[in-house]
């Protein structure tokens, strides 16, 4: 008795491999055949496309317009508009990154938005990434000076003065040379929180002691961080620590634009530790939109070409770069296998937020989020849940 399943049978790669999809999550067949007798409802031929599980991007701090950052009071139209757009780049789940800004901000713009789902309606929100203001002067970058902290407690009240809150943060980005960070880097850790470290001078001690306190990630590998010195190699140098915790991967950040990072730094970080690398965008509010002058945060920025400077200085600001021209660059300036370069944008970053038993993979019971792409891995289609939410 062969009946109705609510299965969508997904035709991988020229009918080479089927994907099956019900109830917003990938299926194993057989239970399908063996167990119920059942069969798909739908079919959907994807002509020979790559299929990947949907991007994940954990940096980006707006775009088309949009600056997460400005309290607006529209907080979360802002961000809806976005993830609505990004879904023609691959991305399916996203972290709105907020820079260094003023406690009112923060206290503003954290309670509007919750975690949510990715839809028709655009990419989920898998929580905010606050990147300061607990960051160096020195390698401040585009962030306002007067609005950067230091840490005066140690602790829950130092984040609670300057955020107003942590419901719905996933990631937070500080300088592990400030004094007291290492409590505070326990305390987030302990919520959940992911640490990552940037916009620092710490050396490599500051930095393993911080991975050995619970950090795992670093903040756009290479920008404003101490370069790699031999003698003392900074944060950089963690990509090939042996003081990280047993059963631990500290993962970096790379914005693979081709203006933030010389090729020859991306592969000399991908060749030490590529089951490190994650792929982030660092997009800011001009992406998409055309070249003059727009705002990130405290600061007007402008846009050159591909390049987005402090407005008057040559201080990079963050990239313009899509999710999916990083994908295509990384893999076209590491060599690596189509494999590797969609993992970067997919499996790490879950791997990185504690997800990965739902999201960046197309395993048995994983949400059905999924990119269409071809051989060139331009995105043809995206889905969430299963649903077409994007075609080309």
């Not at 992911?194 to 050995?212: I, K």
């Not at 002058?293 to 201080?315: P, S």
């Amino acid at each position: 008795h062969r009946h109705s399943s609510g299965a969508v049978r997904v035709c991988v790669c020229d009918c080479r491999e089927d994907l099956w999809v019900r109830e917003g999550r990938i299926l194993d067949p057989e239970k399908l055949f063996f167990d119920e007798q059942g069969y798909a409802d739908k079919r959907v031929d994807c002509g020979g496309n790559i299929i990947a599980p949907g991007f994940i991007d954990v940096q980006i701090n707006g775009g088309y317009g949009i600056d997460f950052s400005q309290a607006s009071e529209d907080v979360s139209g802002g961000i809806s508009f976005v993830g609505k757009k990004i879904l023609e780049h691959g991305v399916t789940s996203f972290c709105p990154t907020l820079v260094t800004s003023p406690p009112a901000v923060y206290h503003k713009v954290l309670p509007n938005i919750k975690v949510y789902n990715g839809g028709p309606h655009g990419a989920g929100v898998l929580g905010f990434h606050l990147e300061g203001p607990f960051i160096s002067v020195e390698k401040r970058g585009a962030h306002p000076e007067h609005c950067l902290r230091t840490f005066k407690y140690g602790g829950l009240q130092d984040l609670m003065e300057a955020y107003g809150s942590l419901d719905n943060v996933a990631m937070v980005t500080l300088a592990p040379e400030l004094a007291k960070s290492q409590s505070v880097v326990q305390e987030l850790c302990q919520r959940g929180i992911t640490v990552s470290l940037g916009h620092s001078v710490a050396n490599l001690s500051q930095a393993e002691e911080a991975v050995q306190h619970g950090a795992s990630f670093i903040t756009h590998l290479f920008n404003a961080m101490l370069p790699f010195h031999h003698r003392d190699p900074g944060i950089v140098g963690l990509l090939t620590s042996d003081q990280i915790p047993a059963g631990r991967t500290v993962y970096y950040g790379m914005i693979a634009d081709g203006i933030h990072t010389n090729p020859a730094a991306l592969r000399i970080a991908h060749r030490a530790h590529p089951l490190g690398l994650v792929l982030v965008t660092d997009a800011i509010t001009a992406m998409g939109l055309p070249p003059g002058r727009h705002t990130l945060g405290q600061q007007v920025i402008e846009i050159q070409g591909l390049h987005a400077y402090v407005a008057g200085t040559t201080t990079l600001c963050g990239s313009i770069a899509t999710m999916d021209m990083c994908v295509r660059h990384f893999k076209h300036a590491s060599g690596c296998s189509v494999e590797e370069a969609l993992e970067a944008a997919s499996l790490h970053p879950a791997q990185l937020l504690g997800i990965s038993n739902r999201k960046g993979k197309l395993d048995f019971g994983s949400d059905a989020d999924l990119v269409f792409l071809d051989d060139a891995l331009n995105i043809q289609a995206t889905y969430i849940s299963g649903e077409e939410v994007w075609r080309k």
